[in-house]
């Protein structure tokens, strides 16, 4: 038996509880592993809310939270290649397993070898942000040079978006609450607050003619605010608001395949892509973790160190 925590039911924070299970059978194109980190995003409530019943496997509850984690492979099911018992991973439980847990299946496709060099901790981080990061960028497909507005700038993945654009050459402006300032400036973004005044205004200062791309971490009325600062709407990606095409936008393609999760490793054993962990938590504390993240009290990245 292993202790997870999870959810009853879909609701509120009050649906939450820790309650203890046998090690899952890992199914065929799984892999059991015992976690040694898991990241904490905010599509964990989103899915204990039930506002995305596609994400939780549809399995009974209760159900463990999380979505992406690190570890060690412990046993595999059917018609897995490529990863070893023993193997130290990293990648996304898809199938529902959650990861907020000593122990839990990750789907094989989408889960990676953890490369020499690389710990647990920053790899737990990059199934969900790095590989966004990646992915919104690679849309955009800005030259060198290129100004780059991203919108939430502060969270885990925005601020992965930020350092991996800054190491492609982009010139970088972000916005966000007063308390995200430091860890975007500390990267070399050029920061915009929420609360200095009229955003736009203010971007307008920064880049007269406009951005040549935006990457959007809001949605909302955030989005549409800052949409008119795009020289060619085609160049805004939304990340979390799939109404963007409503604005001429599009939604960020997600490639959730081993081949982009390692990718994703080279490029943070590089620094190229080097998140900003702000917050570690003990699976006593995922209650915390969670309820930082979903309070948006936090920047950079959140994780709970299991093992």
């Keep these: 038996m292993g202790q ?7 609701g509120g924070p009050e649906v939450q509880e820790f309650f203890d299970r046998p090690d899952p059978v890992p199914g065929r194109g ?4 015992r976690v040694d980190v898991a990241g904490v995003n905010p599509l964990d409530h989103l899915v204990r809310s039930g506002l995305v019943p596609g994400l939780d496997g549809g399995r009974p509850f209760p159900r463990v939270l999380g979505m992406e984690a690190a570890g060690i492979v412990l046993a595999r099911g059917e018609d897995v290649d490529g990863l070893e018992v023993g193997d130290a991973v990293f990648g996304f439980a898809l199938t529902g397993g959650g990861t907020y847990a000593e122990t839990t299946v990750l789907s ?31 849309q955009l497909d ?16 925005g601020l992965a978006v930020a350092r991996l654009a800054i190491g492609r050459g982009l010139q970088v402006i972000g916005t966000g609450s007063t308390a995200k300032r430091e860890h975007a400036e500390a990267i070399g973004v050029r920061f915009i607050d929420y609360a200095a005044g009229n955003v736009v205004a203010v971007a307008r200062e920064l880049v007269p003619d406009g951005f040549d791309g935006i990457v959007d971490l809001v949605g909302g009325t955030s989005l549409r605010t800052v949409a008119p600062l795009a020289r060619d709407p085609r160049n805004i990606i939304a990340v979390g608001d799939m109404s963007v095409p409503d604005l001429g936008g599009r939604f960020v393609e997600r490639r959730l395949d081993r ?9 943070a054993l590089e620094r190229v892509l080097a998140p900003v962990i702000t917050a570690v938590y003990p699976l006593s504390d995922a209650p915390a973790a969670l309820a930082t993240v979903e309070n948006g009290h936090t920047s950079g990245k959140v994780v709970i160190k299991v093992a």
Excluded: K, M, Q, Y
Excluded at 4 to 10: D, E, L, M, P, S
């Design 30 to 33: 799984e892999v059991l592993i």
């Design 142 to 157: 800005l030259p060198a040079g290129a100004t780059v507005l991203v919108n939430g700038v502060g969270g885990g993945v």
């Design 4 to 10: 997870a925590w999870g959810f009853g039911r879909h």
């Design 259 to 267: 081949e982009n999760l390692e990718r994703s490793a080279r490029l």
């Design 108 to 138: 094989a496709p989408n889960t990676a070898r953890i490369p020499a060099g690389l710990s647990a901790t920053v790899a737990a981080t990059l199934p969900v942000a790095g590989t966004t990061a990646v992915d919104a960028l690679d």
